[in-house]
């Protein structure tokens, strides 16, 4: 079981960015997927997830409105669309299945900064 998170950057608060999970080493669209993000000095937290069809799981209170989490398992991939971004949001973004984790891929690191 493989991850691969992209699409990270530097961008200006009220920004948006869009990131994608790669997904590779199992049959991705029978699993349901997640979005955790870990801020530096913080623990690693939940931020979005999405079952197996593209339905939504959850979202973290702080990103409701804000974040739109999708997938196309026609591409062994999933998204994390952020929008309105705040300095808050500054972190390096994860993803993994959402009921079980599996071994962490590299993440990629969103700035969110003037």
């Known amino acids: 079981v493989h991850f691969v998170e992209s699409g990270g950057g530097l961008v200006q608060p009220g920004g948006s960015l869009r990131i994608s999970c790669a997904a590779s080493?199992?049959?991705?669209?029978?699993?349901?997927m997640s979005w955790y993000r870990q801020a530096p000095g913080k623990e690693r937290e939940l931020v979005a997830a999405?079952?197996?069809?593209?339905?939504?799981?959850k979202y973290r209170d702080s990103v409701k409105g804000r974040f739109t989490i999708s997938r196309d398992n026609t591409k062994n991939t999933m998204y994390l669309q952020m929008n309105s971004l705040k300095p808050e949001d500054t972190a390096v973004y994860y993803c993994?299945?959402?009921?079980?984790?599996?071994?962490w891929g590299p993440g990629t690191q969103v700035t969110v900064s003037s």
């Open positions: 999405i079952n197996n069809i593209g339905g939504i799981i």
């Open positions: 993994n299945w959402y009921n079980l984790l599996r071994a």
């Open positions: 080493g199992f049959t991705f669209r029978n699993y349901d």
